[in-house]
T-cell receptor, first 115, second 110 residues
Framework: GAVVSQHPSWVICKSGTSVKIECRSL??????MFWYRQFPKQSLMLMAT?????????EQGVEKDKFLINHASLTLSTLTVTSAHPEDSSFYIC???????????FGSGTRLTVV | GESVGLHLPTLSVQEGDNSIINCAYS??????FIWYKQESGKGPQFIID?????DKRQGQRVTVLLNKTVKHLSLQIAATQPGDSAVYFC?????????FGTGTSLTVIP
């Protein structure tokens, strides 16, 4: 089946540094990918919609300068958390639409801890 | 974003019993719904989906019911097994984005 590979699965970084998270569609082309954020025991919150070859669409309240999204190819979207702070510590998950009838598939998630 | 919420945050069932997880959504324009299962530390896993032109859809041991009149969605799991223990989310879409509900933690008691 369709697989989205997300990397890294866990990262610890110092406050003030930047972290890049990658999501790759392994056996299909993803013109659109979605980035979610999830705090412990909470639901997934949509951060932004990433479109190949164009600018990402951010949800209200999400800082586009802090969460940089790049979708340069049909199989790769990246999320860069810039100048990370402890409050950015969270579980970040990407998702891609596989096809009209097949629904959406998710990456395995990245746990970011900012110390 | 949209407002999607779940009635019960936690649910415990005996192994072998049937489970019912409920979800309320607020956007009457939503036309596509998905149930996901999420195990601790992992990404969501697709379970079953349903479009708004349907009231019921069945999968393997799972059934999704959609009541558009009251904007309610439910997931029924037959013969619940220990491996079904996880957090279950419903998600709705009226376009290209998905919005998730709060989540229900299902615990299966052996």
């Amino acid at each position: 089946g369709a697989v989205v590979s997300q990397h890294p699965s866990w990262v610890i970084c110092k406050s003030g540094t930047s972290v890049k998270i990658e999501c790759r569609s392994l056996d299909f082309q993803a013109t659109t990918m979605f980035w979610y954020r999830q705090f412990p025991k909470q639901s997934l919150m949509l951060m932004a919609t990433s479109n190949e070859g164009s600018k990402a669409t951010y949800e209200q309240g999400v800082e586009k300068d802090k969460f940089l999204i790049n979708h340069a190819s049909l199989t790769l979207s990246t999320l860069t958390v810039t100048s990370a702070h402890p409050e950015d510590s969270s579980f970040y998950i990407c998702s891609a639409r596989v096809s009209t009838n097949y629904g959406y598939t998710f990456g395995s998630g990245t746990r970011l801890t900012v110390v | 974003g949209e407002s999607v919420g779940l009635h019960l945050p936690t649910l415990s069932v005996q192994e072998g019993d049937n489970s019912i997880i409920n979800c309320a959504y607020s956007n009457s324009a939503s036309d596509y719904f998905i149930w996901y299962k999420q195990e601790s530390g992992k990404g969501p896993q697709f379970i079953i989906d349903i479009r708004s032109n349907m009231d019921k859809r069945q999968g393997q041991r799972v059934t999704v019911l959609l009541n558009k009149t009251v904007k309610h969605l439910s997931l029924q799991i037959a013969a619940t097994q220990p491996g079904d223990s996880a957090v279950y989310f419903c998600a709705e879409s009226a376009g290209n984005q998905f919005y998730f509900g709060t989540g229900t933690s299902l615990t299966v008691i052996p």
